[in-house]
């Protein structure tokens, strides 16, 4: 197989070169691994999570959407467990004042590095001084209410789950829903992470997509099956090369103590194999607990049956960043066009930020004027850019960056007989199209089947 043009650092420099992506607070120098999304990557990210809301909600029946906010009862995180063992064992360098993970230690981690003697492993150089591991919880703690003292403590959400689980008895009460059913959730999420990075991979703040699906308790290991290759299966019909993605069980020593079986979707980013999203059958773990902590009782009566149980619960848990990680990594391409070099993100369509981009080929002689109006009828539909300054050429690599499917070409034959050129951005093949059919045409196109053109 031919390598892989996608490096991280080019992914991070393609993103803030084409304003999809930037360092967060970058003129006041930064601030650890928090990121702002510039336009196109706004398109971007919000595209991955519109088709993770169409794989839960249009496609299916069986799953109702939730919005809950991200400040709690702080009872919700002793319940689900946050708040004694949501840890990190860290170990302090009293040398260099770096921080690093007890278990990365043990693990002897890949890229890890004493910060002063980058060839040694931290603890090895000749003047480290390791503290013991100490535990560190990976909430963040905030206040409610005017003054610190005497306001109550509250935690930014580390997981949208919860969330969940607290309003399992208003939704089945609106929703009509039994057992199987599920609620899903996208939005941010926060946790202290000890150790950050790789651009998007691993943020302090994130947005999280998740589900949670409620059966009968003995349809549990046949729904974890069935969410396992769904999931499994939705990167692969949004692009993602088969051979770039894979399903691994966990172990039983990576079990969550509430978990009879979790499985991860990995993908093979420029830093190697790493978890994607996570699946994992929960049993009644979570709803058990939050009856005992709020004396609400959540359980599913069915009253034909008379049958009364705690349903089940299988979670498939999505990151938006991480996945939109992915999708830029697997579309990032290189390529020698006529002489030149072009980058070229060949995302599904689906996901391209922009789908259409209007080129009149000179500021003159009417082009402008019929793009403008090609673009007016477009844009109400299709998600349409308009771009008049520069070569054709330099046009067509800025749309080539950021992915864009089509670029439709106005010329002088335009002028005279109301047809453009369509030109495609992988084939770079182009069609003549008649002005009127034009929507019609790149609405087919665009809903077309797809595969990654990295795929040969
Ligand atoms: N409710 C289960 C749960 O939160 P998780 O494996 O901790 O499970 C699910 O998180 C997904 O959220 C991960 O697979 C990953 O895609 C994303 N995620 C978790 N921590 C993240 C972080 N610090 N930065 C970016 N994404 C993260």
Redesign the pocket.
Known sequence: MEEDAATMDKIVALCKRRGLIFASSEIYGGVGSTYDYGHYGVLLKTNVKNEWWRSMLSERDDIVALDSAILQHPRVWEASGHLAGFTDPLVDCRVCKSRFRADHLEERAVGLACPKKPSKLPGEGPDCDLTPAREFNLMFKTTVGPVEETGSVAYLRP?T?QGIFINFKNVLQFSRKKPPFGIAQVGKSF?N?IA?GNF?????E?E?M?MEFFVPPADAPRWYETWKAERFDWYQRLGIRPGKLRLREHDADELSHYSSGTADVEYEFPIGWS????I?NRGNFDLTQHTEFSGEKLEYFDQPTGERYVPHVI?P???A??ATLAFLADAYDEEEVEGESRTVLKLHPRLAPVKVAVLPLVRKDGQPELARELFAGLRGTLQAELDEGGSIGKRYRRQDEIGTPYCVTVDHQSIEDRTVTVRERDSLAQERVGAGELLGHLAARLAAPWKSPKLG
């Open positions: 997981e789950a946790r992470e950050p998007i991979f691993r943020t302090r994130f999280q998740e978890e994607l999203e996570g994992a979670e848990a999505a990151g960043d991480r």
